[in-house]
């Protein structure tokens, strides 16, 4: 399997609980891209690592959101006090390098998601 | 703020009819242009995509689109549907300048229908 990877599949989580979402990018692949997908907000970008390093994170929703990579590889999402609005499907995407810029497009690659629902 | 508008959340063809699906970005600098199609429970897989070049571009399963710079367009077109085109597709930008995380913008989606 040498596509995108994400852990779990489905999450189902008590209110104020802590989740940690997994994404397994392509290997090689030194961008890693985290987004939302909501019935209410559409496909939102949440933050961009470059190597091990996420120079913005504005894009994340609140300060209970995090993000962490390791290794220049696997990284995770980490919801603290989850709340019911954070019920989505959260998507990881990989690509060779960053997608836009003066560099030459690479093309991002996407997992199948995890869903998260928050009861 | 970039921001990307496709009309029409649902559209319904019937099968062998032209599909349009289109999209609107808001940049006065011409970004990276993608249409990606999402598939029932599944992640989204690009469809076609416009960097440089020849604006008219050809994607997978028979779709194309055209980047039109004076409309700010980027629609989808098939000449005829198919029962296995009914997902949901998405149009997204990618902005062009150095600072550029290269994140995707998306649109809010347009799912499609094909009748029988």
């Known amino acids: 399997g040498a596509g995108v990877s994400q852990s779990p599949s489905n999450k189902v989580t008590e209110k104020g609980k802590d989740v940690e979402l997994r994404c397994d990018p392509i290997s090689g692949h030194t961008a890693l891209y985290w987004y939302r997908q909501s019935l209410g907000q559409g496909l939102e970008f949440l933050i961009y690592?470059?190597?091990?390093?996420?120079?913005?994170k504005s894009g994340l929703p609140s300060d209970r959101f995090s993000a962490e990579r390791t290794g220049g590889s696997v990284s995770t999402l980490t919801i603290q006090r989850t709340q019911q609005e954070d019920s989505a499907v959260y998507l990881c995407a990989s690509s060779s390098s960053r997608t836009g810029g003066f560099s030459s497009y690479n093309e991002q690659f996407f997992g199948p998601g995890t869903r998260l629902t928050v009861l | 703020a970039q921001s990307v508008t496709q009309l029409g959340s649902h559209v319904s063809v019937s099968e062998g009819a032209l599909v349009l699906l289109r999209c609107n970005y808001s940049?006065?600098?011409?970004?990276?242009l993608f249409w990606y199609v999402q598939y029932p429970n599944q992640g989204l897989q690009l469809l076609l995509k416009y960097t440089t070049g020849a604006t008219l571009v050809k994607g997978i399963n028979g779709f194309e689109a055209e980047f039109k710079k004076s409309e700010t367009s980027f629609h989808l077109t098939k000449p005829s549907a198919h029962m296995s085109d009914a997902a949901e597709y998405f149009c997204a930008v990618s902005e062009q300048y150095g600072g550029s995380q290269g994140n995707l913008i998306f649109g809010k989606g347009t799912k499609l229908s094909v009748k029988p």
């Open positions: 690592f470059q190597g091990n390093s996420a120079p913005d």
């Open positions: 940049s006065s600098v011409p970004p990276y």
